[in-house]
């Protein structure tokens, strides 16, 4: 069995084929995902779609993509709602700092540390989306002394780099940039690193395959991820599958099948 860490189902270009594809999911053994929210506009949108499917899991937080959005009273309102949360609400995120959009980066590292202190107080696991800045995150987590973990998102870069992450408690989120024969360095990383230490992902509908042809990633990609991992790593399909369902469900407190 699978489960995709990262996917925005939410979104609207699933709207005409969100059913189908759920059906399609659980007939292909992905059984969880995992929805990340990306500003306060979509936080309830995502919690009543996840109250409808009892195999969906959602996060809350602001992608600093969506900072423009944001108001003075929002953070208040996010821990509100964490508080408050249910079974389906595993985590913060998507949460982060990005060196090439418009936001400051002060504005960026202000909001994304007030995030982490709410995760911190309310032992939340964290969804990273880091561009770029990962030292500077990396410095944030410290200064923090940040010890809930979570996923580093999308990640592509050196084997050293992702450990400085691993040892912060945080996973690996391994997507579609795996399947990309020139993605030399990534593929080398993830080869390397403890199998304990990944999680799959796709970042529907973003983040596509390599010769993807259908116009938007679904999370049915999930099983082309995982047959590149496969052939990136010696561990036999059963070992690596199993390893990855249990990372992901343990760093999420996931209910069990």
């Not at 990340?36 to 600093?64: K, Q, V």
């Not at 509100?80 to 595993?90: G, H, I, P, Y």
């Not at 509908?205 to 790593?233: C, K, V, W």
């Amino acid at each position: 069995m699978f489960i995709d860490s990262h996917c925005h189902l939410n979104f609207a270009c699933f709207d005409s084929q969100r059913e189908m594809l759920l059906q399609q999911l659980q007939q292909n053994n992905i059984t969880k995902l995992i929805i990340p929210a990306t500003h306060r506009a979509n936080w309830g949108e995502i919690s009543r779609l996840c109250e409808n499917h009892p195999n969906l899991y959602y996060a809350l937080g602001y992608h600093p993509h969506f900072l423009d959005y944001f108001k003075l009273g929002d953070l208040q309102y996010l821990q509100t709602l964490l508080e408050d949360k249910n079974r389906q609400c595993v985590a913060l995120g998507e949460i982060g700092l990005d060196k090439f959009i418009k936001t400051p980066i002060e504005v960026q590292e202000s909001i994304f540390t007030e995030q982490l202190k709410i995760a911190q107080q309310l032992e939340l696991p964290v969804i990273l989306h880091v561009v770029k800045k990962q030292g500077r995150v990396l410095e944030i987590l410290r200064q923090l002394n940040f010890t809930q973990g979570g996923v580093y998102h999308a990640f592509s870069g050196s084997y050293e780099l992702a450990l400085e992450f691993i040892k912060l408690g945080f996973k690996i989120g391994v997507g579609g940039v795996i399947t990309y024969p020139n993605s030399v360095t990534t593929r080398e990383t993830i080869s390397r690193l403890p199998l304990e230490s990944l999680v799959l992902e796709t970042d529907a509908p973003g983040m596509p395959i390599y010769q993807q042809y259908q116009p938007d990633n679904t999370p049915l990609n999930l099983l082309h991820i995982f047959e590149s991992l496969a052939l990136l790593r010696g561990e036999s399909k059963k070992c690596l599958a199993s390893q990855l369902y249990n990372n992901t469900r343990s760093l999420f407190s996931l209910d069990n099948d």
